[in-house]
């Protein structure tokens, strides 16, 4: 929602305070003999306030009512000689200052019900939007979860034999042959392959959460300390950013860890690539019904296209990567109920695990 404009602006003065400036005016400037003029004129306040209203409120509404009331009351209850005044009734003009008040009150608070409505459905748009990119992302990491799977169960089985048979091959070979170094190459590239293959299994099957009660907090602990190492060495701070109150829920303590890690990895990484120290934030949190783990990072900002593509399988910035780091992570944010997103936010760029709370 964009916010309430002032009743200070350009859009304030044409639409309201101008218009009330000029109905004074002409009132003040209309002769007595005119009334059928000065009938007009005095209803000419109701359009002001109710822009007003509609504008700003039941607080713009009140403050042009009021103005209108106060500009307009000497003119209509003026008892020096010699001064004309409104020719009407003195009951008639009573009763449309009141008028006045009662307009812009009711219109503010008609325009107020509507601009909090206008949220909610807002709101509610935002989260069925959100609920559909997941389901959306949640029935493709679920098809080509089998894929994946049948393909690295095809791949292992010929891995195994090969392994195998480097395995009885390897002392044949001497040392200072001249063919070791192909073959090193040879085994180090079937180790290569063989985790390669594991990763690739873990995305598709993810081994089975043991959900039990737990303090995200001590998962945040848990991601700094795996990652404090690593960022020492490219010069990042790790901070940590915990409530006093446990924040409980239900989740796998280990694979909610693996999650952070991954993500906290990907940060590390981001802000190694700017040439300069950087901040890493984990933080636990409470939002209502849901337990939220942030990471946030001062890395550089994500491109819309990146941010859409962040948590699709085999889709990577880092030209050593799998791309399966963020896939798996989000497929272990739907095996706990809950959900991750990103955005260009907090330091620069935020992660936000959101999962059900549980209370104790």
Not at 68 to 95: C, E, I, N, Q
Not at 156 to 181: F, M, Q, S, W, Y
């Amino acid at each position: 929602m964009p916010e309430e404009p002032s009743m200070l602006s350009l859009r304030a003065f044409t639409r309201v305070w101008l218009p009330i400036a000029c109905f004074t005016a002409l009132h003040y400037g209309t002769g007595m003999e005119h009334d059928w003029a000065h009938d007009v004129l005095r209803r000419m306040y109701y359009l002001p306030i109710v822009l007003a209203a509609f504008d700003h409120g039941l607080r713009g509404g009140l403050l042009a009512a009021a103005v209108s009331s106060l500009v307009y009351l000497p003119h209509a209850f003026s008892l020096s000689p010699g001064h004309h005044h409104d020719p009407g009734g003195g009951v008639d003009k009573a009763l449309e200052v009141l008028l006045y008040n009662l307009v812009g009150a009711t219109a503010g608070l008609l325009a107020d019900r509507e601009r909090s409505r206008r949220r909610e459905l807002q709101r509610a748009l935002a989260d069925q939007q959100r609920l559909t990119r997941e389901l959306v992302r949640a029935g493709r990491l679920s098809a080509l979860g089998e894929v994946v799977a049948g393909l690295a169960h095809e791949i292992k089985n010929p891995l195994h034999a090969l392994a195998g048979t480097a395995e009885v091959v390897d002392p044949l070979i001497p040392r200072d042959a001249d063919e070791r170094r192909m073959w090193d190459i040879h085994v180090a590239e079937l180790g290569r392959l063989s985790r390669l293959a594991e990763r690739f299994l873990s995305f598709a099957r993810p081994s089975p959460s043991e959900l039990v009660a737990l303090d995200l907090r001590r998962v945040a602990e848990q991601v700094a300390e795996l990652c404090v190492a690593e960022a020492r060495g490219k010069g990042v701070d790790v901070e940590l950013d915990l409530p006093d109150a446990p924040v409980d829920i239900r989740g796998d303590r280990d694979q909610l860890a693996s999650l952070g890690l991954h993500i906290a990895v990907n940060a590390l990484r981001a802000i190694a690539s700017t040439g300069r120290p950087g901040r890493l934030r984990i933080a636990a949190r409470i939002e209502a019904d849901h337990a939220l783990l942030v990471l946030d990072n001062d890395g550089p900002p994500l491109t819309e296209a990146e941010r859409s593509q962040l948590f699709t399988p085999f889709y990577s910035g880092d030209a050593h990567g799998t791309g399966l780091g963020l896939a798996i992570a989000a497929r272990v944010a739907d095996q706990h109920g809950g959900s991750i997103d990103a955005e260009n936010a907090g330091l620069g760029v935020r992660f936000t695990l959101r999962l059900p709370r549980i209370d104790t």
